[in-house]
């Protein structure tokens, strides 16, 4: 005898077919019943009863587009709302759908939703089941009105030429949809798909290159001062899906007034390039690669790739190839194409190509300088590149970007991974997934050993009394890696307080604010990376001059670094500014670090400033 999978009686046996025949229609109706029709606890079922209303709802897109099977009308999709407006990659945005059951409904239909760029591309799928996949179709009464609310993030990589909003139901088993019986004011893009809207969108990837005088030398060599004024990237992610990349690669970008210049930090374990001729097949084994897209239209288009390879003439090896639409010519005829003028080089740290399963190299770095004029040299070419002026207008903005190709050795043989600053969908060349390059005020490099200089305040008449100043900043080492030497930083973190200040002298207000900052220093006692942790509502231009301003000031000095042996190299710290209006305030200095090593003191030594006018500063 046998427990029913339905209804848990007992079941005689009735011969091995017929019971096999029973079991099988049990089975599956179980299964549908789990796999379609969720069990709610009171407190889901209260969240589902808040998105059910009687009365019609007004939504900000008006739709009007009904879904029914054979011929009998199911769900009208009455409009559906979506902010913010544009819709801009790595953030969040809300979609709200308001759709009107017509008439009871049998079957579980699952809503898909794509968002598809506008100009083709991959696109992002939004499939659910309403309400967070609680309320299902199936538990819709008649008349009701649902708010269907959606939050999700714009995937990275969407490009910034809009997106289309499609919308439908399918049966998740069976993959069939639901009819189109009226499209409102929407439009059948395919059967049992409607488009509903074009929205704008934009790709968050924005890239600031700055304008300086004294171009860095192109040796491979990254600690010219002049490097940390520019520019930088996060580090680049998987170019498929936007994930954290297992390596890290920075990529950093300055122009002066004929050239732009690159620069790529990249860590890798296993440096591997055997090619040995220009323009030959770089993206096979370990390189870079540089988009410019200088017009933003859809041709007219560099690519340059550098190798970790020197080629015969001392230089990074380099392919260059010049593309006047989408893939075409075909590489074979674009990279006939040379930028003329072009300088890269490159410096491994460890040994290229080694033949050790376990090789001692921890990465490579690459610059490369591209003129700004032989960028429009395509002589051989119809379409060509058209520079309004050289170097181009502070403000002005290209569409680029930025890939690295990581080569490894595996058990299996060798793979290639492929990471990228904005993320272009599987192909490269996808154009309207690309980032921006903007092209930044000038920036200028103190002289070596120079720090801000203040004079000592002359007596005055109130009728002569010098202008209030902008008020106090005050930088406070919060927490500290264990290869950090605590006090020499924090020394140095205090000396370009006023520099800092000077980054408020444009501002019109002043209030209290913190913002925090994480420092990543490199092998070289260079800041690697600053991630903004919290900023407060300050424009744009001023974050960027404090975090240049901290950059340029903590120059490499191997007295921020101590050697532990044994420990993972943890060089991280957490800063924090504080600022408060009025008046300058006197801090005491901070003792010199002892000469066997840093002091005993925590980080949070650092006295803080003040959080309000009405807190008494530290005695001087």
């Known amino acids: 005898m046998h427990r029913s999978l339905l209804t848990g009686r007992r079941v005689v046996a009735l011969g091995p077919f017929l019971l096999t025949i029973v079991a099988l229609v049990a089975m ?12 709610l606890t009171q407190e889901q079922w209260k969240r589902v009863q808040g998105t059910v209303a009687v009365e019609r709802p007004e939504p900000t897109h008006p739709v009007g587009a009904v879904f029914g099977q054979d011929g009998k009308a199911l769900i009208e999709l009455v409009g559906f709302d979506i902010d913010p407006s544009p819709l801009v990659t790595g953030e969040k945005f809300n979609l709200t759908w308001h759709w009107h059951a017509l008439a009871p409904i049998q079957d579980n239909w699952k809503i898909f939703v794509h968002i598809q760029p506008v100009r083709g591309g991959n696109f992002q799928n939004l499939d659910h089941h309403p309400v967070d996949n609680l309320f299902q179709t199936s538990l819709w009464q008649k008349g009701d009105f649902i708010a269907d609310i959606q939050n999700a993030t714009l995937q990275a990589g969407f490009p910034s030429t809009g997106a289309y909003v499609n919308v439908g139901f399918f049966h998740e088993q069976t993959g069939k949809r639901l009819d189109v019986l009226s499209i409102g004011n929407a439009t059948e893009v395919e059967p049992g798909k409607v488009r509903v809207a074009e929205v704008p969108t934009r790709n968050d990837k924005i890239l600031t290159a700055f304008k300086v005088d ?6 491979g060599d990254i600690g010219d001062a002049v490097w940390r004024l520019a520019g930088r990237t996060n580090p680049l992610v998987n170019a498929g899906d936007g994930q954290t990349a297992p390596t890290s690669t920075v990529v950093r970008a300055l122009y002066t007034d004929t050239a732009l210049y690159f620069a790529f930090d990249v860590k890798d374990t296993d440096i591997r390039s055997t090619f040995t001729k220009r323009d030959d097949r770089l993206w096979e084994q370990d390189c870079v690669e540089i988009y410019l897209n200088p017009d933003q239209t859809d041709g007219t288009y ?8 020197q080629g015969p003439d001392g230089q990074a090896l380099v392919f260059d190839a010049f593309f006047e639409r989408r893939r075409q010519p075909a590489w074979e005829i674009a990279k006939e194409a040379d930028i003329e003028g072009l300088q890269a080089a490159v410096q491994v740290r460890g040994t290229l190509n080694s033949e050790a399963l376990t090789p001692n190299d921890t990465g490579y770095v690459v610059e490369v300088m591209i003129p700004f004029a032989s960028l429009t040299k395509t002589p051989r070419a119809i379409e060509r590149i058209n520079l309004p002026q050289i170097p181009p207008a502070e403000g002005e903005s290209w569409r680029v970007n930025f890939f690295r190709v990581d080569y490894q050795r595996t058990a299996d043989g060798a793979q290639t991974r492929h990471h990228a600053w904005s993320p272009a969908g599987g192909d490269f060349h996808n154009l309207d997934a690309f980032g921006v390059l903007e092209f930044g005020p000038p920036r200028s490099v103190a002289p070596p050993g120079a720090r801000p200089h203040q004079e000592p305040p002359a007596e005055q008449s109130p009728a002569t009394a010098a202008p209030a100043t902008p008020g106090t900043l005050s930088l406070n080492l919060v927490r500290s890696g264990s290869h950090l030497a605590i006090g020499p930083f924090a020394l140095a973190l205090n000396a370009q307080e006023p520099a800092l200040t000077a980054c408020l002298a444009e501002l019109e207000r002043h209030e209290h604010w913190t913002a925090d900052i994480e420092l990543v220093m490199n092998d070289s006692a260079e800041i690697e990376l600053v991630r903004r942790i919290s900023m407060p509502p300050l424009p744009v231009p001023v974050l960027d001059c404090l975090v240049a301003s901290i950059e340029s000031g903590m120059t490499n000095d191997q007295k921020f670094l101590t050697q532990i042996n044994g420990e ?22 901070l003792p010199p670090p002892a000469a066997d090593g840093p002091p005993e003191a925590t980080p949070t030594s650092l006295p803080p400033a003040p959080h309000h006018p009405s807190e008494q500063a530290p005695p001087p």
């Open 28 to 39: 599956a109706a179980c299964q549908e019943k789990l796999e379609r029709t969720v069990s």
């Open 214 to 219: 004294t171009p860095p030398v192109i040796d």
């Open 302 to 309: 560099w690519e340059i790739q550098i190798s970790p390879q």
């Open 568 to 589: 993972a190299q943890d060089r991280t710290a957490l800063v924090r500014i504080l600022y408060t209006p009025g008046p300058p305030l006197r801090r005491p200095a």
